[in-house]
């Protein structure tokens, strides 16, 4: 298994433009995350899903929109980026198994830079 | 509003010292804890995780402990090492949908 995966690795945008950061896991996991996370800060959640079709806002969903058509990806989109969007983005995902419910899997993140 | 409080915020010691980096939550329903460490510019590796029906869990050199009734987990790090340089995180969960509310973590240096 490749677990969680999140493309790109880095990217840098103009204020404006529009990008859609790629989140997929091959566990069959029912939920998934995105959090951002900046500098001296906990991550934050930005958007969450508990399966394909159902998502729903987290703590900081403004600038951001999610949908989910597959168990497998959870796509996240800014439709007009903001230098305050610059932060690192990361994807996990979960489920609740028998043996370690809930066991949170992390992406390895997506450094967005917005000038 | 949920909050995550981990101390020490930092913590610099020479190796081979056994530490204890704490966390608490203002919210104590707790469905498990699971500790990550995170490197510098890395994303966050799970180390252990303290299922529901547990109070703790081992894992080599490191032990974790959950307290449900007082809302506080603690990491055991015994003998410590350079390698063990990171930032480290207990994000509470209280069950379902993928919702983890962070600390700003601990950041431990180990120097030799």
């Known amino acids: 298994n490749a677990g969680v995966t999140q493309t790109p690795k880095f990217q840098v945008l103009k204020t404006g433009q529009s990008m859609t950061l790629q989140c997929a896991q091959d566990?069959?996991?029912?939920?998934m995350s995105w959090y951002r996370q900046d500098p001296g800060m906990g991550l934050r959640l930005i958007h969450y899903?508990?399966?394909?079709?159902?998502?729903d806002q987290g703590e900081v969903p403004n600038g951001y929109n999610v949908s989910r058509s597959t168990t497998e990806d959870f796509p996240l989109r800014l439709l007009s980026a903001a230098p305050s969007q610059t932060s690192v983005y990361f994807c996990?995902?979960?489920?609740?198994?028998?043996?370690?419910?809930?066991?949170?899997?992390f992406g390895p993140g997506t450094r967005l830079t917005v000038t | 509003k949920q909050e995550v409080t981990q101390i020490p915020a930092a913590l610099s010691v020479p190796e081979g010292e056994n530490l204890v980096l704490n966390c608490s939550f203002t919210?104590?329903?707790?469905?498990?804890l699971q500790w990550f460490r995170q490197d510098p510019g890395k994303g966050l590796t799970s180390l252990l995780l303290?299922?529901?029906?547990?109070r703790e869990q081992t894992s080599g050199r490191l032990n974790a402990s959950l307290d449900k009734s007082s809302g506080r987990s603690t990491l055991y790090i015994a003998a410590s090492q350079p390698g063990d340089s990171a930032t480290y995180l207990c994000p509470h969960f209280s069950g379902g949908y993928n919702k983890l509310i962070f600390g700003a973590g601990t950041r431990l240096a180990v120097h030799p």
């Open positions: 303290i299922q529901s029906s547990q």
């Open positions: 996990a995902s979960s489920y609740e198994a028998s043996d370690r419910p809930y066991e949170q899997y």
């Open positions: 566990m069959n996991h029912e939920y």
């Open positions: 899903s508990v399966g394909a079709g159902i998502t």
């Open positions: 919210d104590s329903a707790i469905y498990n």
